[in-house]
Every structure is written in structure tokens, then in C-alpha cells.
């Protein structure tokens, strides 16, 4: 009797044990499903996607002006700086009025020329049945040193007109600026109710009563410079006529020298006046003058005016430099009339799928407000940092937008089908590329368990929700999109719809 109750008891014990150790895995399994990462999962599906191409670059101007002088002059005002407006007509740069030094070259030049004629028509003998011609020679010998010694005559000086230059430009730029003190003063007076706002009309009387002192002080200081300068320019508009009635006068010597040679050879009178050199002469200073006539019309006005519409967008040069660098744009205006233009680079698979004519959407980013901007596709090129596999998308922009604004800009591609897609959430990247994770699943004594899988996958269109992709990944296969912590390929995994 006792064996058969502990028999009993011995079995009982046995139940009980059994009992505890499948609670104890019960809640062993449940409380390490708790601790595992939970994921929401989503099925792949087959569609179609309006894929969109984005891209963002930095708005250049269509046509830019490069400002340039064609001899070496001294600069003494720059009136512009980066990002001034200026429209066709208004004055850029002030050179200095001393001639520069390619025209003082020239002179030089021409003048030993001259030199050089006078001194083998001084030497012609006056020999031979000749006399007309001869006196010919004469008289145009004297008319022209009259003309030289008119020209000697007159007080110009070129270093004094160019101090009394200067002098002026400086008391008028002052004037200007003063004038247009005032004017704005008087705007803002005249704008403002005096019974309305009697503290800021008068405010603004006061400031235009001082703009107005102000100019009668520029207004004076002006007078003297201008009357010096006005003397002065008298002197060199005489001085420039009369060096034009001199070069006259060497002409008509020079006729009357070529007819008395003719005259002589014809005679057959031996003469030191060697006529080949006589014309090659008259060659070389033909060609002088020409050239100190353009030197003179291209450096003779003393102020550069802007040649288009537009906004300065570099200035090379300060006032009191001396521009020797030809080559070197002393300011750079873009041209805004003529439009702006943005480019980025794509896959060559993207550019297929777009048109030219398509309309971009454009974010400013946080400069959202202003007029609309257009964005049109106007050419698709070969990158030319991988000409191969990338093509670049040029867009003519227009709309309220200056060069070097960044724009983001999202063209939509044409509609395909696509037979595997997830979404875009469910894209990852690593050094390795791209790639998904996906839910395998595995049946045990205690139920599944879920396992995240590593499938490398290519890209093939995106739009702002899903994304098409090939590769390893199948039909209906269970994704990943977000998870409670980062997940690794193989690590266990719980769903939020399986605790």
C-alpha cells in the first residue's frame, strides 16, 4: 500500500514538473518575443509609376558682358559695384584724359615720320625748268611753318588739361550726388501729410533743407573746376584744329614735292631726292595716321558707358589703376534680357524617359514668395564627367530669379508598368548597394519565427510613394518598411501584427 502511494506522489510531482517547465517556456517565448525589434511589413505589388526626375543647380545667366578698353589708360572713377542695375547709356568707368600710351606711341611715330619727310623736301633743289613747281614747294614750305608756328602759339597744355579735368570730375560727381540728395529729400517731403504726420514732415523738411545747403555748396565748389576745364577744353579744341590745318599744310607739301620730282625727272635733272623713298615715306605716315586716328576715336571719350541692360556682377578694377592687362574684363554685367538658364546631371536611363518642352516644378527652398518661376527642358547632353552612363538636362528659367540662386527642380517621366514594386521606404543602402529586407518565416514547436533577409535589388524608377525594382526580390514577398530599432540581415524579428 505505502509502494502505491508513493508511486502516486511520485507521479504527481512528475505532472507538476511538467506543468511548471511548459509555463515557464510559454513565458520564456513570449517575453523574448517582447524583447525583439518590431517591424511593419508590407507586400510587393506590380503597377504603374509616374517616376520623377529631381535635380538641383545653380541659375546662370544666358549672355554676359565683358567691359573691356582696347589701349592702356589710367582709371580714376569706378561709379558701379557687384550688383548695381545699369541700362544702355550709364557710365561705368571715368578714364583719365591723358592720352594713353599706345596713342603716345603712335604719335611718336608719326611725328619722326614727318620729321624725316620735311627734312627730304627741305633738301629737293630747286634746279631745272622747274620754277612753277619750285615755287610751289616754297609756298607750301611757308604756309606750313606759319600753321606750325599758329599751333606753338596756343596754350595748351595736355598735363594741365588733364589735372583740370580730373579737378572738375570730382566737384561735378559730388554736384550730381548732391542734386539727387535733394531731389529724394524732396520726394519724401512731398509725400508726407504735414497735418497727418507733423513730426515726420518735419523731420523731412529738415533733411531737405539740408540737401538743399549741400548742393549750394557743390554748387560753388563746382564753378572754379568748371571754368579752369571749359578754358581748357577751348584751348585743346583750338590746338586739335590747328594740328588738323598743320597736317593739311604737310599734305599740300608733299603734293607740290611729288609734282616738282616729276616735273624734274622728266627733265631729266639729277636730284638728291630719292623718289622711292620719297613714297614709301608717305607709305608709312599714311599708315601712322590712320592709326592715331583710330587710337584717337576709341580713347578719345574719357567716360564708358554700359552697352547693355543689366547687373554688374564683377568689377576688376579701383579707381587710380593704371589698366595694362588688355585681355582682363574690367567688369563683367549680365545680361538678364536675355534670359537665365540651370543644368544637372542625371542617369541616361532618367534623361530617355523625359522630353524636351517638358515643365519642371521648381522650389526655391525657404525663398519661397516673389513671382512664379518657369522651368522648361530645352536640350538633353553627354555629361562630360561620365558621358557614358550620364546625360545633362538644361532648362531656360525665367521668372523672378537672379544668377547663382539654387533651385531644386522635379520633372515628371512618362507612366510605365512595372511588375515588382514596394515602397520607398523599403529602399536601403549600404557600401554594397541597394537592397531590401525581407520577412522569411519559420515553423517550430512554439509557433514562427520571423526572420529580416537581405534581397539586392536595381532601381529602376521612383516616384514620391513607391519605387520599381528588380533583382532578387520576388512577387508578394513580405518587405520591411520601418522597424522599433535598426535591424541587421539575420537578426529575429517581430511584426506588429503578430505579438
Same mark, same amino acid.
Given at each position: ?139 607750301? /614750305? ?164 554700359? /552697352? ?44 530617355? /524617359? ?73 529602399? /536601403? ?71
Amino acid at each position: 500500500m505505502e509502494i502505491v502511494k508513493k508511486r502516486g506522489w511520485i507521479k504527481n510531482v512528475a505532472i507538476i514538473f511538467l506543468i511548471v517547465m511548459l509555463v515557464l517556456t510559454f513565458f520564456s517565448n513570449h517575453i523574448m518575443n517582447r524583447s525583439l525589434p518590431e517591424v511593419a511589413a508590407q507586400y510587393t505589388s506590380s503597377g504603374t509609376i509616374t517616376a520623377r526626375v529631381r535635380g538641383t543647380g545653380t541659375v546662370e545667366a544666358n549672355e554676359i558682358f565683358e567691359v573691356k578698353i582696347t589701349q592702356t589708360r589710367e582709371v580714376e572713377q569706378v561709379r558701379v559695384r557687384p550688383g548695381t542695375e545699369v541700362e544702355v547709356g550709364d557710365i561705368l568707368l571715368i578714364l583719365s584724359g591723358a592720352d594713353s600710351k599706345e596713342l603716345e606711341e603712335a604719335k611718336d611715330e608719326l611725328h619722326a615720320a614727318e620729321l624725316k619727310l620735311e627734312q627730304m623736301l627741305v633738301s629737293t633743289p630747286l634746279v631745272g625748268d622747274t620754277s612753277g613747281a619750285s615755287r610751289s614747294v616754297q609756298s607750301a /614750305r611757308n604756309t606750313l611753318a606759319a600753321s606750325q608756328g599758329e599751333q606753338a602759339a596756343i596754350p595748351f597744355n595736355e598735363e594741365l588739361y588733364n589735372h583740370t579735368y580730373a579737378v572738375y570730375s570730382v566737384a561735378k560727381a559730388a554736384f550730381d550726388e548732391a542734386d539727387l540728395a535733394k531731389q529724394l529729400a524732396q520726394q519724401t517731403l512731398g509725400s508726407i501729410d504735414e497735418e497727418a504726420n507733423p513730426t515726420g514732415w518735419a523731420r523731412a523738411k529738415r533733411a531737405f533743407d539740408n540737401a538743399d545747403r549741400a548742393l549750394i555748396l557743390a554748387e560753388a565748389a563746382l564753378a572754379g573746376p568748371a571754368n579752369d576745364f571749359k578754358t581748357q577744353e577751348e584751348y585743346r579744341t583750338e590746338w586739335i584744329a590747328a594740328g588738323t590745318k598743320v597736317r593739311q599744310d604737310q599734305l599740300a607739301l608733299e603734293d607740290a614735292a611729288f609734282v616738282l620730282s616729276s616735273e624734274q625727272r622728266a627733265a631729266g635733272v639729277e636730284v638728291s631726292l630719292n623718289e622711292i623713298d620719297l613714297r614709301e615715306n608717305r607709305r608709312i605716315i599714311d599708315e601712322l595716321k590712320e592709326k592715331v586716328t583710330k587710337l584717337e576715336s576709341e580713347g578719345g571719350s574719357t567716360e564708358i558707358l554700359s /552697352r547693355v541692360n543689366g547687373i554688374v556682377t564683377e568689377v576688376n578694377i579701383r579707381s587710380g589703376n593704371l589698366v595694362e592687362d588688355l585681355d582682363k574684363p574690367l567688369m563683367v554685367i549680365e545680361v538678364g534680357d536675355l534670359g537665365y538658364s540651370l543644368s544637372f546631371s542625371v542617369t541616361a536611363d532618367q534623361a530617355r /524617359r523625359v522630353n524636351i518642352g517638358d515643365q519642371a516644378e521648381v522650389d526655391r527652398g525657404w525663398w519661397s514668395w516673389g513671382e512664379e518661376i518657369r522651368a522648361i527642358l530645352v536640350g538633353i547632353g553627354n555629361d562630360p564627367d561620365d558621358p557614358r552612363t550620364r546625360r545633362l538636362l538644361h532648362f531656360n528659367i525665367s521668372g523672378d530669379i537672379e544668377s547663382n540662386d539654387v533651385l531644386n527642380l522635379t520633372l515628371a517621366q512618362r507612366s510605365e508598368n512595372y511588375n515588382v514594386i514596394v515602397p520607398n521606404a523599403a529602399i /536601403r543602402t549600404d557600401t554594397n548597394g541597394d537592397f531590401v529586407l525581407v520577412v522569411m518565416s519559420s515553423s517550430g514547436p512554439l509557433g514562427n519565427r520571423f526572420i529580416a533577409t537581405r534581397v539586392d535589388v536595381n532601381i529602376i524608377a521612383s516616384d514620391d510613394t513607391n519605387t520599381a525594382v528588380s533583382g532578387g526580390l520576388q512577387g508578394w514577398d513580405f518587405v520591411i518598411l520601418t522597424a522599433s530599432e535598426p535591424i541587421t540581415p539575420g537578426m529575429q524579428v517581430r511584426l506588429v501584427d503578430n505579438p
